[in-house]
């Protein structure tokens, strides 16, 4: 997010003597003469407005960096300042530097794209506590799909399913951003639509701005920006293009141990697309049946019904590998 200066205006302070209000560049009370200490707080003249300032001196002045204040006497010095303007002593070291960067507003700037409000410390101890609580039954479910016990079963049932996806040619109409067009496509229209935000001001971008707020500088001066974004527009087109894309997809299944692709008759503009295959075979040891799911079709071929078979079983009751017995 950039940050857009606007302009200037005069802070003020008040004299912790006399209670004076006096203009914040000025570095001693106007009415007392005490120095402006160095912990003092500037406030804006009118809380609700920005008179802004015109005066060049001013205004670099604020952009030269926050005032610093002798070590020896107090007095406020401008930050490029060697020696002290009122006892004369070197300040080029040992002076102490205002704070500056402070926020004056009351409430916070309203910002565009504003993150939400901060938790509560109550409510960041139960996000912890439930955050730990998930991990802790995230770790019990992979320990007990991971752990697995050998049991000895037979085979009492298998089945598989086979299929073959064809492919056209054709044509087909899409919607992407004009950058990612393929280079053989017809576009049909375009309109300019926001993709992103820039923190850094564009020739196609528009500027998103929030309300104003106003930074201490540090001498006095403030410094009234807005916090703003850039949204980047590009053109999103629909098109359309020649793509092979899927039409239909052929099947076959059984129970028996001959698993077979279907047949297939290819026109002058179809393709084989990807195929697909899955086996289950079914057990039963001791009262319990199991199921087993493989792509393996060599491992299926084994599974002969009544045949011995050790299986890896979790403690969900699943499968996770199966081999005939030795």
Not at 24 to 47: E, H, L, N, R, Y
Request: aromatic residues 10%.
């Amino acid at each position: 997010m950039a940050q857009k200066i606007i302009g200037y205006i005069q802070l003020v302070w008040t004299c912790d003597h006399c209670g004076t209000q006096n203009p914040g560049a000025i570095k001693s009370c106007t009415s007392c003469g005490a120095p402006q200490p160095p912990d003092v707080q500037f406030t804006k003249v009118d809380p609700e407005t920005f008179d802004f300032i015109k005066d060049e001196a001013l205004i670099r002045m604020a952009q030269s960096g926050p005032d610093k204040h002798c070590p020896y006497c107090g007095t406020r010095n401008a930050a490029e300042a060697g020696t002290c303007s009122k006892c004369g002593s070197d300040i080029s070291v040992g002076a102490k530097v205002r704070e500056s960067g402070g926020i004056l507003e009351s409430q916070s700037p309203s910002q565009p794209g504003a993150p939400p409000r901060k938790l509560s410390r109550g409510a960041v101890i139960i996000l912890i506590l439930g955050l730990l609580a998930l991990c802790g039954l995230i770790f019990t479910f992979i320990r007990n799909l991971t752990r697995t016990d050998q049991v000895s079963a037979v085979v009492s049932g298998s089945a598989w399913q086979r299929s073959l996806q064809i492919l056209a040619y054709q044509q087909v109409s899409e919607s992407d951003w004009e950058s990612a067009i393929p280079s053989n496509a017809q576009i049909v229209s375009c309109s300019p639509q926001h993709r992103y935000d820039s923190d850094t001001p564009r020739a196609d971008a528009t500027e998103v701005c929030g309300e104003p707020y106003t930074v201490d500088t540090g001498t006095g001066i403030g410094q009234v920006v807005q916090d703003c974004v850039y949204q980047v527009y590009e053109n999103y087109c629909s098109y359309t293009s020649l793509e092979w894309v899927p039409i239909d997809t052929l099947n076959t299944s059984g129970y028996d141990l001959n698993p077979y692709w279907p047949s297939v008759n290819l026109g002058e503009t179809q393709r084989l697309g990807s195929q697909e295959e899955r086996y289950t075979i079914y057990f039963s040891s001791g009262g319990e049946t199991y199921t087993f799911y493989t792509k393996d079709a060599d491992l299926y071929l084994r599974a002969q019904p009544g045949s011995a078979w050790t299986l890896d079983v979790n403690r969900y009751g699943s499968v996770s590998s199966a081999k005939p017995a030795q």
